[in-house]
Structure formats: structure tokens, C-alpha cells
């Protein structure tokens, strides 16, 4: 099969929910804007948002689980749209999800060891042999004992739990994952080991992830590509290497002020920020940013700013950038 | 005299004998922000609602003091009690969406605390209604009085529960985990009113949150619980410039900076019903001493101020505390 440079590839995609008011009247409210990226292999991308602004409704547009009103969505340079079935069904085990609540995202009356199965089974092959010496090896790689194949996801605790999730993603040798905020319902240590987890698994077997997080220093960690999103809308794009030393967004250099580095030398709270995230039901016509941005111009009103190349390595949608 | 001071407090499951929160003393200045630090079910929350003596369903209290300003809370009656919550201690919790009364207005919800501790007419108490919410820095504020909690934002959800709080001019605030459900930028926001709050009216804060940016900022003082007890308790600054306690360490070092993890703790945090009978961190320890097998460590003073619960400081049960 001929296979393209990039594991996904979303271009100007559209993605609008529908809500009823009260008063059973439809209102109409856009997730996403024209919203365009590129998942090369062996690339983490970090997502960092607040609540709203479509990190989630992204994600689930790179797995499929939603279809965008506008726009196009591409499994390795094939358009989903004209696939076929067989294909469609050959591809999909290649791109695979973790989420954020391990306590809702395994089934409970699956023991481990079904639970690891049943997508072997399902993409791989139905032979419970070899999926069994596969599950033991994975559950060995995610730092689990073979003992818990017979055990009931009560009975692990949280870390393992994400670490069983993990192991699932993984049963079907995929080549992306979707990893939706993998840490924020997990302790600060546990964190930090599920973390140097996934970087292993990145290191080792080049896979690449899609991670949605709205802790920057998770995001920091993992990725290689930052993204950072607002009321449905990228506002930047930037590669991590060059993000400590190069000018930002406004909303960038935002969500910078309000993080508290515990390891910053100068303390925060200087009062600089006001307001938070407008509703998406009532979209600004300009800039998504204009009700909070400190260096708004009357044209931001008027006009959205695109997505505009800085340089090989970053991407802002600002006027005065 | 210190305004706060919890001595050997102890709470724990009603049907089994076993403490949930373990001989849990430290004092407060007035004006002071302690912040506590834990990872779930070490009994960080728990002592917190044990402030107010507030407790989930099934847990009691066992043995211990808590006096607010000289007053013994646990050797009050129910109705003295309740002229203490909300007067001279109150809380806010997590999530404001659910801490608040869905089909009440903020407006009622602030006067039902004045109804309770303050004698006034309705005038009087609807200008304080109002005073309170432009205090936590809600604009027009009369038109929010009128709001239920589902037509406010989360941000201002949290500003009207500070309101609430304030209404009956506490001096002691107990804070659980206020900004674990908020954005970051709104996360500063409440920071920033509490920190002001606490500077303008010298109201003591008891900050209990997982976050160690939020603790290093926010807190004068820093307590970290492991496993139902205090293991290291200092000034904020001694906390992270030079931490003692192995677990403390080990918390600043698995916090990602500058894109590096420096140090990861393995295993998980003990069960408290198959605690050990020695050092409850033995098993995570990296360096575990001989000692902490068999026999708990007392908290001990290792200078300025600075209590630590580790045998490597020294043994000080040969001293006779405990």
C-alpha cells in the first residue's frame, strides 16, 4: 500500500453542535473553525487549551468518532471520504485513543485480560494464543505483573488503570494514539510515571501522539509541536525547540502569565489578566480573541486574522505578528 | 497564642479502628496561609472539613483539639457550632456547580447566611448582598443577585461561593482545592482575589490543593501529607529551596520542568487499611533506613521551624514526644 509522508492530515475542517435553547429553538455553535494540521510519524503534538475551545471535538475528529461538516480528513494521504470499507477497516487499527478517565474508560465486568483481547480479535487475529503472549508482553512494557490479566479494573488502582488503557492502544500495534488529557485524573507521582512511559514508548517504537492537555507542563514534556487553540480557532503553531525564545500569541502569552512554575523565580499574581473564554454561542465576527487581547487594533474587529508562517518553525494568526 | 492550632487531631472510620487523618497538629498565625499538599486520600480534604467539624458520612472523630482563637471546636454543643461556621470559619470547595443550590439565586443563597448570623432588615442585608459580590469582584452586581448558579460561568460561580463564604466575615477560610475544576487564567483570577482577601482583611487561609505551582505562590506555609499524616511541615521556601523529607523530595523533582522529568517516584501511594506499623513511606523509599521498618517516625524539629518526620533527622522518640 502506498502510504503518505503523513500519519493524518485534517484540512480546513468545520465542525458545528447543535443545542436547543429553552424555548426548543436550534441554535448553532461551531467547535471548530477551519482547522488544519499534519501528524508526521514518530511526532507528538501538544494541544493546550482552556474548556470550549474544541481540543476534544479535534481529537475526535483525527479518530473518526465525529465527521466534520466541512473540510477533509486524511489516514495516511487517503481521504476518508472516498475509502474504501476494507481499507477504512485496515487503517483504523493504526490510530487509537487513551483517555482521561480511567475509571470510565475500561469496561467493569471485562477482566484485564478481555479487555486487552477483544480489539486483538477484532484487528488483528482470532488467536487467543498469540494474543495472550502479546497482552503478557505489553503488560510487562507498561511496568504491570501478569498477574492482573485475571483481575477486574476495580482492583487496580488509577496509574495502572491508564496503564491498562495504554497496553489496550498498544494491542493492535498502532502508529498514532489520541491521547486525551492521559494524566490529569492521576496523582502528581503517578503522573510523572505514566509520562516517562509514553516518552519510552516514543523513543523505543517511534510512535507518534495527538496529546490534548491543558497543563503546560505536560504538554512541554511530550511534545514536539505545540498547538494552542481558542474558541474553536488555532492560534498558534510552535515547534518546541524555538518556543522558549521566540514572540508568542497574545492568548500564548496569556496562558504563560497564568501558569504557576513552581520553579520561577519572580512571583506571579500581578493582576494582568481579566475575563475568561467567551461563549462559543456568541462568536466574536473578527479576531476569536479580540474581548481579552491587550494589543487589539480596531481592524481585529472587522477581520480574522489566518494562520500566517513566521518562519519554518511557527505559526500565529495575529495582525501584529 | 496562635490563631489556628490542631493538636494530635485524629478522625477516622466509624465501624473499623482505623485513622484516616493521623495525630495531625500545627498552628497558625493570624493573617497566615498554610497550604496543604497530598495526593489523593492522604487527608488533606479531610482535615480541612475538620476544621469546620464537618465530616462525610461514616467518619468520626476520635481524639484531638481544634481551637480557633482559643475556642475548643470539638468540646462545643451542635447549636453553639453552628454560631461558629460560617462566622468564624467557613469553605470553599471544588466544584461550584455542585456546591451551590441549583434552584436558589446567588442573591438567596448569601442572604440565608447573613438570615443566620446577622440581625438585620432587608434593606440592610440586600446593600450586603451586594457589597459582598462586588468585594469578590463580580460587576453589577445586582443584576447576578438575581442569577441562578447554572446562568453564571464557572469563574464567577467560584467569585459568588467566595461571596457566600465571606458573608458571615470569617476570619478562617478553608479553601479545598477552589481552582482544581477552573482554566488556567480564570485559576489565577481566584487566586489573585484570595490573596488579597487575605492581605486586606488579614483572613487566615487554609489552601489545600495537589498543584505545586499553586501551593509555592500562594501559601506563607507548607504541610505535606502522606498517608493520613504530616510528614514535613515548614515555611514555604524552606519547603522548596531545601526539602527534607524523601516524599517531598520527590514531589518537586517528578514535576515536569523545562521539559524533563528529573526524578520518578515508583510504586503508589499506601492503602490506610494495610498500613504499615513502621514508616508509612518505607516501601517507596528510596534509601529506606533500618529504622522505619519497624517503628514510626516521630515528627521532628530539624531547625527553623522545620518539621520533618524521617529518621535520618535524628530519633527523637528517645526525647519522649509521643
Not at chain 2, 96 to 117: C, R, Y
Not at chain 2, 254 to 283: A, D, T
Request: glycine content about 6%.
Amino acid at each position: 500500500m502506498e502510504m503518505s509522508q503523513f500519519l493524518v492530515e485534517i484540512k480546513n475542517v468545520w465542525k458545528s453542535y447543535e443545542i436547543r435553547s429553552f424555548w426548543f429553538k436550534k441554535q448553532k455553535f461551531y467547535a471548530l473553525l477551519d482547522v488544519s494540521l499534519k501528524i508526521s510519524k514518530g511526532e507528538v503534538i501538544g494541544i493546550l487549551g482552556e474548556s470550549g475551545c474544541g481540543k476534544t471535538t479535534l481529537g475526535k475528529i483525527i479518530l473518526d468518532l465525529e465527521k466534520p461538516d466541512k473540510g477533509e480528513v486524511f489516514w495516511f494521504g487517503k481521504n476518508l471520504k472516498y475509502i474504501s470499507r476494507r481499507e477504512y477497516k485496515s487503517l483504523r487499527s493504526k490510530i487509537q485513543a487513551v483517555f482521561q478517565d480511567p475509571y470510565s474508560s475500561l469496561n467493569p465486568r471485562y477482566k484485564i485480560k478481555d479487555i486487552l483481547l477483544e480489539p486483538y480479535f477484532i484487528c488483528i487475529e482470532n488467536n487467543k494464543k498469540k494474543g495472550l503472549e502479546k497482552a503478557k508482553e505489553l503488560l510487562n512494557q507498561v511496568g504491570l505483573d501478569q498477574n492482573v490479566l485475571n483481575e477486574y479494573p476495580h482492583a487496580l488502582s488509577g496509574g495502572q488503570r491508564q496503564r491498562v488503557a495504554l497496553a489496550r492502544a498498544l494491542m493492535v500495534s498502532p502508529d498514532l494514539i489520541v491521547l486525551d488529557e492521559p494524566t490529569s485524573a492521576l496523582d502528581m507521582t503517578i503522573q510523572a510515571q505514566i509520562l516517562e512511559l509514553l516518552k519510552n514508548f516514543k523513543e523505543k517504537i517511534g510512535l507518534s501522539y495527538f496529546l490534548i492537555s491543558h497543563s503546560l507542563p505536560v504538554v512541554f514534556y511530550l511534545s514536539d509541536w505545540i498547538i494552542i487553540m481558542y474558541l474553536g480557532k488555532i492560534v498558534e503553531i510552535c515547534k518546541k525547540e524555538i518556543f522558549n525564545s521566540v514572540d508568542h500569541h497574545p492568548y500564548t502569552l496569556m496562558l504563560l502569565e497564568a501558569h504557576l512554575d513552581p520553579f520561577s523565580k519572580k512571583p506571579p499574581f500581578e493582576k494582568k489578566i481579566k475575563g475568561e473564554v467567551p461563549s462559543a454561542l456568541f462568536r466574536p465576527s473578527g479576531c476569536v480573541f479580540y474581548s481579552r487581547c491587550k494589543e487589539r487594533q480596531k481592524m481585529c474587529l472587522k477581520k480574522s486574522p489566518k494562520l500566517r508562517k513566521i518562519n519554518n518553525l511557527q505559526y500565529i494568526a495575529c495582525f501584529k505578528r | 497564642m496562635p490563631f489556628l492550632e490542631v493538636k494530635d487531631l485524629i478522625i477516622g472510620l466509624k465501624k473499623m479502628n482505623i485513622p484516616l487523618i493521623d495525630k495531625v497538629s500545627f498552628t497558625l498565625e493570624k493573617g497566615e496561609i498554610l497550604g496543604i499538599l497530598g495526593e489523593s486520600g492522604c487527608g488533606k480534604s479531610l482535615t480541612g472539613f475538620s476544621l469546620l467539624r464537618l465530616f462525610p458520612s461514616g467518619v468520626s472523630y476520635y481524639s484531638g483539639k481544634v481551637l480557633i482563637d482559643n475556642i475548643d471546636l470539638y468540646s462545643l454543643s451542635e447549636k453553639e457550632l453552628s454560631k461558629i461556621r460560617g462566622k468564624k470559619v467557613a469553605i470553599i470547595l471544588q466544584d461550584p456547580l455542585s456546591s451551590l443550590n441549583p434552584v436558589l439565586t446567588i442573591g438567596e443563597q448569601i442572604a440565608e447566611v447573613l438570615k443566620h448570623h446577622f440581625n438585620l432588615n432587608s434593606k440592610n442585608r440586600r446593600k450586603r448582598i451586594y457589597e459582598l459580590l462586588k468585594e469578590v469582584g463580580i460587576s453589577e452586581p445586582e443584576i447576578r443577585a438575581k442569577s441562578y448558579p447554572h446562568q453564571l460561568s464557572g469563574g464567577l460561580r467560584q467569585r459568588a461561593m467566595i461571596a457566600m463564604a465571606l458573608a458571615g466575615e470569617p476570619e478562617l477560610l478553608v479553601a479545598d482545592e477552589p481552582t482544581t475544576a477552573l482554566d488556567l487564567t480564570l485559576q489565577i483570577q481566584i487566586l489573585e482575589l484570595l490573596k488579597d482577601l487575605n492581605q486586606k482583611k488579614s483572613l487566615t487561609i487554609v489552601f489545600i490543593s495537589h498543584d505545586l505551582g499553586v501551593v509555592r505562590w500562594i501559601s506563607d506555609k507548607i504541610a505535606v501529607f502522606y498517608a493520613g499524616e504530616i510528614v514535613e511541615i515548614a515555611s514555604t521556601e524552606e519547603v522548596f529551596n531545601n526539602p527534607l523529607h524523601p516524599y517531598t523530595q520527590a514531589l518537586i523533582e517528578s514535576y515536569p520542568r523545562e521539559g524533563k522529568i528529573r526524578k520518578i517516584l515508583k510504586g503508589s501511594p499506601v492503602n490506610l487499611l494495610q498500613k504499615p506499623s513502621g514508616c508509612r513511606y518505607f516501601e517507596r523509599c528510596e534509601n529506606p533506613c533500618k529504622e522505619g521498618k519497624n517503628i514510626h517516625p516521630d515528627l521532628i524539629n530539624a531547625g527553623k521551624n522545620h518539621w520533618v518526620r524521617c529518621f535520618k533527622y535524628g530519633n527523637v522518640s528517645v526525647f519522649g514526644r509521643n
